[in-house]
């Protein structure tokens, strides 16, 4: 796991844990973009069976984390909440260089594992942290997932690109993600 350049304070658990509702929402809403953005990639890149394989896998999974997520929802008497943007997500999709289909590719591999990173984390803290056991035993299951999700995308992207590469681009990266972070208010949302 790549170490983030700023941990997820503490108090975010409170946060979220003071309206759940709203979290668990918005974490559907992120397990279903995840999907999407995964098959976004294989389509865009079916050249590349490797991560074309992955993709649709990865897509299938996440899709069924928004399943769990949603019967959680369901459970508690909710509903799916509106659409709306990650302002996390928006930072970090201005970051992506454009110029070149080479590091248009390498910069979405990189910032799909920096973000799986982020969601473990926040996923394990939720884990050890909140007061009922399903929510706990669900959160360490997703907190699993995604630190494989995590290598997927690195490996992914050290396929593809030379390790200095993916090595320089991903200290960028993490640097830049460290900072937003650290500017964004805390909220009960995923990012």
């Known amino acids: 796991m790549v170490p983030l350049r700023h941990p997820t304070p503490g108090r975010w658990v409170t946060v979220v844990a003071n309206d759940l509702n709203a979290f668990l929402k918005d974490h559907a809403a992120n397990e279903r973009k995840v999907s999407a953005s995964?098959?976004?990639l294989?389509?865009?890149?079916?050249a590349q069976p490797?991560?074309?394989?992955?993709?649709?896998?990865?897509?299938?999974?996440?899709?069924?984390?928004?399943k769990?997520?949603?019967?959680?929802?369901?459970?508690?008497g909710q509903?799916?909440?509106?659409?709306?943007?990650?302002?996390?997500?928006g930072k970090l999709r201005r970051l992506v260089r454009k110029r070149d289909e080479?590091?248009?590719?390498?910069?979405?591999?990189?910032?799909?594992?920096?973000?799986?990173?982020?969601?473990?984390?926040?996923f394990q803290m939720?884990?050890?942290?909140?007061?009922d056991p399903t929510l706990c035993a669900l959160y360490t299951d997703l907190a699993r997932a995604e630190a494989r999700h995590h290598g997927l995308f690195?490996?992914?992207?050290?396929?593809?690109?030379?390790?200095?590469?993916?090595?320089?681009r991903v200290d960028q990266l993490l640097d830049a993600e460290g900072e937003i972070v650290q500017a964004l208010p805390l909220r009960a949302a995923l990012h």
């Open 38 to 40: 995964a098959i976004r």
């Open 42 to 46: 294989a389509v865009h890149y079916p």
């Open 50 to 66: 490797a991560l074309v394989e992955a993709m649709i896998d990865l897509g299938r999974e996440e899709l069924d984390h928004f």
């Open 68 to 76: 769990q997520v949603y019967d959680v929802i369901r459970a508690r």
């Open 79 to 89: 509903t799916l909440g509106p659409d709306e943007p990650d302002p996390y997500m």
């Open 102 to 122: 080479a590091e248009y590719l390498l910069d979405r591999l990189v910032i799909f594992g920096i973000v799986e990173a982020r969601a473990c984390e926040r």
């Open 126 to 131: 939720l884990s050890e942290r909140l007061d």
């Open 154 to 168: 690195l490996r992914l992207a050290r396929t593809y690109f030379p390790d200095p590469a993916v090595d320089v």
